[in-house]
């Protein structure tokens, strides 16, 4: 048994899992789909893997919705997409490589087996005039004009990432229209990977994964005669481990968001553990008054906890202390904390009673950020790609002078998701020695400070 795998987290049932795909509420069934390779815990040929839940928490995997096909336009990959509804068909439509091309499938017994159109692929990139790298991923949408819009995810030479828009009557005859934009600034990375465009708050959101920086990025502006002016940007997760995003409204009208969380130990012991990849929690998504963009997780979250083990208040003096009867792989936390004179204070997770390890999560008033520190935690992490420090990430979090800090912490095993004030998140992947390191605790440096509110569940 892996201690590593997560418990409440979808994961694949074996083998290797990426980007989410094609969210659809279908018949008051949530599906969700996914990349994922059937032949072992490494990235390879993708497919579309296929789960169902009634509730967005307990799912249930169903056969392989897609599969690529030898000598086809797909024949090396399924690659990432989305789903729509027209005329009342169910249509996934994804990217075939290689080379990249927008294909269409569709579905006549409630989602569980596909038929791919006689008329694929329906869009290559030579129906763009610009000089393209890459062009996969799309993202469809309809308006108010009775037209479908597509979002490719592509980069332009010379200049930068690029998300390029289209429109069709039928999903199956694309008109070029323009790029949706385009960044100059190789920080958000030369191609987009993933792109979704959407509406939340009064604002439109567009949300891509750079590369190689592999990071998701996002901006949320106004969208008017199928022109996109972005006013704020930032990044959809702060945590190093979270990519590939993918938003859909439910039939609620709430904009629900997904993400890949990736693995973040050496290969050889993905390999021995047979699996790879988790879902992040369902997430709503809202703006803030300056347009940043802020996460809560669903409120069906709260179905998985078991038994409350504290609610109670109390003084953090300097210094740490573990928290008797509050220990777990398993956990949810809600802490809220007034600084006092702390400097730096929080929550310690995934430790070992003898302190050799863990890994901390708070605030720092001097840096006005919140931060996971895995610099102490067990193992430590192989993946982290361009952040700076691969044991440390931290999300901008501008506090008012007698502002209290929110925390609501998910432990599931190896994966932690922390949301805090404004709706920032972070997502990591914590890696103990061993299954025996699940203390929790609290800690304050630089002075004292209060948690005012402190709720732990077993879930």
Same mark, same amino acid.
């Given at each position: ?257 997904? *993400?890949?969380?990736? =693995?973040? %130990? ?5 390999? +021995? @553990?047979?699996?790879? &990849?988790?879902?992040? /929690? ?45 220990? *777990?792989?398993?956990? =949810?936390? %809600? ?5 006092? +004179? @702390?400097?730096?204070? &929080?929550?310690?997770? /995934? ?109």
């Amino acid at each position: 048994m892996d201690h590593h795998r997560p418990t409440y987290h979808l994961c694949p049932p074996a083998n290797w899992m990426n980007d989410p795909n094609g969210a659809v509420q279908w018949k008051g069934q949530y599906h969700l789909f996914y990349q994922y390779n059937p032949n072992g815990a490494f990235s390879a040929t993708k497919h579309w893997a296929h789960a169902v839940s009634p509730d967005l928490i307990h799912w249930e995997h169903l056969p392989i919705a897609l599969t690529p096909e030898p000598g086809s336009y797909d024949k090396d990959g399924c690659f990432s997409g989305c789903m729509v509804v027209h005329n009342g068909v169910p249509t996934i439509v994804y990217t075939g490589v290689r080379p990249e091309v927008q294909c269409l499938a569709t579905s006549s017994d409630d989602l569980l087996t596909w038929q791919k159109h006689p008329a694929n692929p329906v869009l290559d990139e030579s129906s763009c005039p610009l000089k393209v790298k890459t062009f996969r991923d799309p993202f469809v949408w309809k308006e108010t004009d009775g037209l479908w819009y597509m979002a490719v995810g592509s980069g332009i030479t010379g200049r930068g990432g690029a998300c390029l828009l289209y429109r069709s009557a039928d999903l199956l005859n694309w008109e070029y229209m323009h790029p949706l934009l385009v960044d100059e600034e190789a920080s958000t990375g030369l191609v987009w990977n993933c792109p979704n465009f959407f509406s939340v708050d009064g604002r439109h959101v567009l949300i891509v994964s750079g590369q190689p920086v592999w990071k998701p990025f996002y901006w949320s502006g106004g969208y008017e005669d199928h022109h996109f002016t972005p006013q704020t940007s930032g990044l959809v997760d702060y945590g190093g481990c979270l990519y590939a995003a993918l938003v859909f409204n439910d039939e609620a009208g709430r904009t629900l968001f997904w *993400g890949w969380i990736w =693995e973040s %130990r050496p290969d050889d012991e993905i390999l +021995q @553990a047979g699996w790879a &990849g988790a879902m992040a /929690l369902p997430r709503t998504l809202f703006l803030n008054e300056d347009g940043t963009l802020g996460a809560r997780p669903a409120p069906e979250v709260e179905a998985l906890r078991k038994r409350q083990v504290i609610h109670t208040s109390r003084v953090v003096a300097e210094g740490q202390t573990h928290l008797e009867n509050a220990g *777990g792989a398993s956990l =949810e936390l %809600r802490v809220r904390f007034s600084p006092g +004179q @702390a400097k730096r204070f &929080g929550v310690s997770v /995934l430790g070992a009673a003898d302190g050799s390890e863990q890994t901390l999560i708070g605030y720092d008033v001097e840096r006005r950020e919140v931060f996971v520190d895995r610099r102490e935690a067990g193992l430590r992490p192989t993946m982290a790609f361009n952040w700076p420090n691969p044991d440390y990430h931290a999300a901008p979090l501008d506090l008012a002078a007698e502002e209290a800090l929110e925390l609501h912490i998910f432990v599931d095993h190896s994966v932690v998701e922390v949301f805090a004030n404004q709706g920032r998140v972070l997502s990591s992947r914590v890696y103990t020695r061993g299954p025996e390191s699940v203390c929790v605790g609290l800690f304050a440096q630089g002075g004292e400070c209060q948690a005012d509110l402190l709720e732990v569940w077993e879930l």
